[in-house]
Each structure stands twice: as structure tokens, then as C-alpha cells.
């Protein structure tokens, strides 16, 4: 199935760009009138498999189309009418598409968990498992919402992260473009002059020859940032020794090893919860949430839960097995066990992390903001007492 563009116009001669589906251009071209469009011209394909995904291929918004696939469901409307109102939104072409293929899909007599699971690189990993879960308990419009509920906070709790992350970043970018400036312009206009004035100076020197290095090698710093970035991230490729390793450590690091290990206990926790809540059993709900876990070490140190589970232990004995769980999160599992709630205090028990993350995230900007300023204002004041002391020289030449 291939992804085919075309410039097309509505009945009011609205015209717009669209992507569809189609075996061939001719099909392709057959679905747009079928939608009572006119296709005007043709302007390119793209492979729609996930599995030949290019680099810059679009990603679909997973939360954007839960949202607008759990309503419908929730209305009573069948996944297939559902999923073709999904796909009638010109404005959005990659959901279109995926949307008409996942019906194209239904029409085969196959599962949407089944179809879902074929598209890895488009779905998060648990949205398969908590699919099917629906399917097979015929729950899937209240699975859906659960999925809606779940994806929008998880979104929320990135879009904070990211927001917080800003306003320091500001501050680098301005400190840096600044430092630019001054040893880029004002430097050099300051040595020429007191160069023309014929005065010799240690300080002189010491400015021109950092402000000709930057110059003529500031290129180096990018293509090594860009060496050590891209070393980096094979490094820590998945399962690799390095980021073994490296997963280890960042767990050691104060205030930075207790964000790690509260963003993911809290994403731990919320999988497992809306996992249980849709009915999937409770070993393929660790095995599932587990993958989610983006931290090597601690998903190692869960991955043998499932052993365990079949022997008929508790979850929360299981789980006290991990040195990277914390003991209130066992403590309410525990409870959970007791009460016949572990979900709900699954459920408690993200929400209690992401709370501790979110002032842990607002600890460590009020740390760091502090520094970025006072590195840059270090840097800044060096410039600008050695300019102060190449004044001095001068007029000591003077006098």
C-alpha cells in the first residue's frame, strides 16, 4: 500500500493538497473522487509501511487521533464508520492515511490490535496490548477512553518538561551569541585601536589571540558537538553495554538519578494501571509496561517479574526484588493487594511521582538558572577585565 499526494478541489473550488492511500496512482486517484473530490494533479508517492519508514517521514499524533477515534466509539458508532470519519480530515494527511489503512485492514477480517501491532513505529508500544484487551473483553469504546485519558496526561507531563527546559535554554543560546559578539566585534575593533595607538599589551594579546582562535576554529566546536552527539546516541543504542552502563550511573547522580527514576516509576506505574484496568492479565501487563520503561537498569532489574508472578507470588513481593523501586510504591501495591484496588493505587502511585518530578524539575532549574548566569557573567567580567587592564597599560604608556 502506498501513500499517493495529489492537489485537489472541493465542490466550492477549494483547493488543497491531500494524501491517500491507493495500489497505484490510477486507485489512488479513484478514492479522491470517491470522497467527491476532483483530483487536478498528481504530485508524488511515499511508501505507507512503517517498516520502510524514512528518517523524515511524518509521524502520526497518536494522542490527536485516540482523541478523535475514542468519542465515536464512545457514541456507539461502529470502528469502521469511526475510522472513516478519522480519515475524511483533509487538514491532517498522515492520519488520514493510517486511518484509511487500518479500515482497508478491517475490511480483511483482521483485528485492529493486530493491525496496530504491524505499525510499531506509528503506535507506542502499549496501545496494541490495551487494544486487544478491549477486543477480546468487547469493552473496546471504554478501552479507547481509558487509552484517551492515559495518552493525554502522559502528553501533559512531557509538554511540562519541555516548558521548563526554555527558559534555560534561552539564557545558553543569549550567553553564547553574546560571548560571540563581544569576542567577534568588539574585541578585535579594540585591539586594532590599541594596536594603532602603538601600545603593547599582555592582556591585548590574550583577548586577540582568544578572539582570532574563535574565528578561525569556531567551526570545529560544532562538527566535534556533533561527533560526540552522534557517538553518544549509537552508544546507547538499545541493550548496548554503554548504555547499560550509563543507565546505571545516571541513577547514582544526585537530584538528576531521582528525576530519572521518578519519570519512570511514574510511567511504570500508569501502564501497568490502565493495562490492569482494561483486563489484561496481570503477566502481560509487566511484560508490556515494562517495555515502556526507558531506563535499561531499572527494566532489567523487572523483567524476571513474570517468573515470579507464575509462581503464584504477589506483585508487590515481586517487585520488592528490584533495588530501584522505592518502598512507598510496594507500600501501596501492598494495600492495593489487600483492598482489590491495585490499579487505582497504581494509579495513585504515578500521580504521587509525577508530582515529586515536577517539583524535582523546578528544583533543579532554580539550581541551575543561578549557574548558567553566573558562568556567563564570569566569562563576560574576564573580557572585560582584561580590556579594563589593557587600558590600564595604555595609560601607563601615556603618563
Not at 472513516?84 to 483485528?111: F, S, Y
Not at 502528553?155 to 567577534?184: D, H, R
Amino acid at each position: 500500500m502506498t501513500l499517493h499526494r495529489f492537489k485537489v478541489s472541493d465542490e466550492a473550488g477549494k483547493i488543497s493538497e491531500m494524501l491517500i492511500e491507493g495500489d497505484s496512482q490510477h486507485d489512488a486517484a479513484r478514492r479522491v473522487q470517491n470522497r467527491g473530490l476532483i483530483p487536478l494533479s498528481y504530485l508524488g508517492e511515499g511508501s505507507l509501511s512503517t517498516r520502510n519508514a524514512g528518517l523524515f517521514q511524518p509521524k502520526l499524533n497518536v494522542v490527536d487521533f485516540t482523541e478523535r477515534l475514542a468519542p465515536l466509539l464512545e457514541a456507539n458508532i461502529t470502528l469502521e464508520r469511526a475510522l472513516g470519519i478519522v480519515g475524511d480530515d483533509q487538514g491532517n494527511p498522515v492520519m488520514a492515511a493510517t486511518a484509511a489503512d487500518l479500515r482497508r485492514g478491517l475490511h480483511e477480517g483482521r483485528k485492529l490490535s493486530e493491525l496496530i501491532r504491524e505499525r510499531g513505529r506509528l503506535f507506542p508500544q502499549l496501545y496494541a496490548g490495551v487494544v486487544e484487551a478491549g477486543e477480546e473483553a468487547g469493552a473496546l469504546p471504554q478501552v479507547m477512553g481509558e487509552l484517551r485519558r492515559f495518552l493525554s496526561e502522559s502528553q501533559e507531563l512531557k509538554s511540562f518538561i519541555i516548558s521548563s527546559s526554555v527558559y534555560p535554554a534561552f539564557i545558553i543560546v543569549t550567553g553564547i551569541f553574546m560571548l560571540a559578539f563581544v569576542l567577534g566585534i568588539i574585541v578585535p575593533r579594540f585591539a586594532l585601536a590599541m594596536t594603532g595607538a602603538g601600545i603593547e599589551s599582555t592582556a591585548t594579546d590574550i583577548l586577540l589571540g582568544l578572539s582570532s582562535f574563535l574565528k578561525s576554529y569556531w567551526w570545529t566546536f560544532l562538527v566535534l558537538l556533533g561527533i560526540l552527539v552522534y557517538l553518544f546516541s549509537q552508544l546507547r543504542r538499545e541493550n548496548s553495554p554503554f548504555r547499560q552502563w550509563f543507565d546505571r550511573m545516571i541513577l547514582k547522580v544526585p537530584l538528576a538519578g531521582k528525576l530519572v527514576l521518578y519519570t519512570n516509576i511514574a510511567r511504570l506505574c500508569r501502564t501497568m494501571a490502565i493495562l490492569m484496568r482494561s483486563g489484561v492479565h496481570l503477566l502481560n501487563t509487566v511484560v508490556i509496561a515494562n517495555r515502556v520503561v526507558q531506563n535499561r537498569a531499572i527494566a532489567q532489574s523487572i523483567i524476571g517479574l513474570s517468573g515470579e508472578l507464575r509462581q503464584g507470588q504477589r506483585l508487590s513481593t515481586a517487585l520488592s526484588r528490584s533495588p530501584y523501586i522505592p518502598d512507598l510504591m510496594l507500600k501501596m501495591i501492598a494495600v492495593g493487594e489487600e483492598t482489590g484496588a491495585v490499579e487505582t493505587m497504581l494509579e495513585r502511585v504515578a500521580e504521587r511521582y509525577e508530582s515529586d518530578m515536577k517539583r524535582l524539575v523546578k528544583r533543579l532549574l532554580s539550581l541551575f538558572e543561578p549557574l548558567i548566569i553566573v558562568g556567563l557573567g564570569l566569562s563576560v567580567g574576564l573580557i572585560v577585565l582584561l580590556m579594563f587592564m589593557a587600558i590600564m597599560d595604555m595609560q601607563g604608556a601615556a603618563g
